[in-house]
C-alpha cells in the first residue's frame, strides 16, 4: 500500500508539471485508491495528448448558397490506441479559418469508449475532444474533427473576434446537466459543445444539443456516471455568430435540422444540414431509455452523402435499448 501511495504521488506530481486536465488518470487514479475503489478505475495515465492539423477531408470544401461562406471538415486520427484520450485537439491549417464547430468519434466495439469532452478551443483555432474506456479496458483510436470556417469579405482576425464563445457555469452531480445561451438576440447560436471534469470511475456523455424549447438559442450538455457512482462536473459551450455582418453589409441566417433513431441497444442516425446552408455544427441527445442508460461514443461532422451530422451511443455491461436524436446546424449569408 505504501508504494501505491508512492506511485500515486508521483503520478499527481507529473500531471501538475505537465498541466494535466482535470479529470486525468492521475486523479482518477488517486481517487481510486483512496476511496477503496475497486482496481478497475484506476486505468493507465494516457500518454501524451494528440495536437497536430487537420487533414481537409477529401479535399473538399463546402459553401453556402450565396457563396460567401465556405467551411471544410477537418480530421486528425490518433496514433497508437489508449484508454484514455485527454484534450486532443485537432487544428485548422488554413491561416484564412477559424474553428466553428467540430466533433469527435471513439469506439463502440468491443467495449467501448465514450465521448468525455468537445468544444472550441480559447484561440478558435482548434477543436478539443476526449474519450475514455469505462469498467473494461477498451483501447482505442481517437479521432478528432473541427469544422473550419471562412467568410467572404471577413478577415480571419475580424471573424474570430465576432464569434461569441460562451460557457456555462459548472454543474456538478452523478447526472449534470447544464445550458448557456448566446447571451443576446443579435447573436444567431451555430454550434455548441461540453467539457466533463471527472475522477474515479467518471461520467459520459448523454447529450450535446441545440434546445428547441429556446428557439434553438441555447446548448445543453449531459452526462452520467455508469453502474457506479462518481459525480463529476460539467461545462456546456454556445457559438454565436452576430445575424447583421458589417464588413459586408449582409445578415446572416442560421437553421437547424434533426432525426431521431430507432430504438435500439447501439442507436445511431445522421442528419443533413439545410439546403444552401454551409455546416456550422451539431450535436446528439439520448432521449429515451429502459434501464441504465445510454452512452454517446459518436458526435462528429460527415461530408457523404452531404455536409451533416452523425450521432451514436450503445449500451455498456447492462442490456438497454434507447434512441438517439441528431441535430445538425448551419448558416448562410442573405
Known amino acids: ?24 488518470m492521475a486523479g482518477g487514479i488517486a481517487g481510486g485508491i483512496a476511496g477503496g475503489t475497486p482496481a478497475e478505475a484506476a486505468a493507465p495515465a494516457p500518454r501524451p495528448g494528440l495536437d497536430g492539423n487537420g487533414s481537409l477531408m477529401e479535399g473538399r470544401v463546402f459553401h453556402d448558397a450565396s457563396g ?35 466533433g469527435a468519434t471513439g469506439t463502440n466495439w468491443p467495449e467501448g469508449a465514450y465521448l468525455t469532452a468537445s468544444y472550441p ?57 447544464a445550458e448557456i445561451g448566446v447571451g443576446s438576440n443579435d447573436y444567431a447560436l451555430v454550434g455548441g459543445g461540453f467539457r466533463i471534469d ?10 450535446s444539443y441545440p434546445n428547441p424549447q429556446s428557439g434553438y438559442n441555447s446548448w445543453v450538455a449531459s452526462s452520467k456516471d ?42 445511431g442516425v445522421d442528419i443533413d444540414v439545410e439546403d444552401g446552408f454551409a455546416l456550422t455544427g451539431g450535436g446528439g441527445l439520448v432521449e429515451r431509455h429502459n434501464g441504465a442508460g445510454n452512452l454517446i461514443w459518436k458526435m462528429a461532422p460527415r461530408i457523404h452523402p452531404n455536409p451533416g451530422f452523425d450521432v451514436a451511443s450503445k ?17 448562410r449569408i442573405v
Open 121 to 177: 478551443d480559447w484561440d478558435k483555432k482548434a477543436w478539443v475532444v476526449s474519450s475514455k474506456d469505462h469498467i473494461n479496458r477498451n483501447e482505442h483510436i481517437l479521432t478528432a474533427y473541427a469544422i473550419g470556417l471562412k467568410i467572404r469579405g471577413i478577415s480571419a482576425y475580424d471573424l474570430a473576434d465576432m464569434v461569441k464563445i460562451s460557457p456555462s457555469s459548472n454543474v456538478y452531480g452523478q447526472y449534470p446537466s
Open 68 to 102: 460567401l461562406v465556405t467551411v471544410g471538415v477537418y480530421e486528425l486520427k490518433g496514433g497508437s490506441p489508449q484508454s484514455i484520450w485527454t484534450e486532443a485537439k485537432v487544428r485548422v491549417p488554413d491561416p484564412d479559418m477559424i474553428v466553428i464547430g467540430g
Open 198 to 207: 471527472w475522477q474515479g470511475w467518471g461520467n459520459m456523455a448523454t447529450a
Open 1 to 24: 500500500m505504501r508504494g501505491s501511495r508512492i506511485m500515486v504521488a508521483l503520478l499527481g506530481a507529473f500531471a501538475l508539471l505537465t498541466g494535466g486536465a482535470a479529470g486525468g
Open 315 to 331: 449500451e455498456h455491461n447492462q442490456p438497454d435499448t434507447a434512441t438517439i436524436r441528431a441535430y445538425a446546424l448551419g448558416i
Open 226 to 267: 455508469h453502474l457506479h457512482v462518481s459525480p463529476a462536473s460539467i461545462t456546456s459551450y454556445a457559438i454565436g455568430l452576430p445575424r447583421w455582418l458589417p464588413q459586408i453589409g449582409r445578415s446572416l441566417q442560421a437553421r437547424t435540422t434533426t432525426a431521431a433513431s430507432f430504438e435500439s441497444n447501439k442507436p
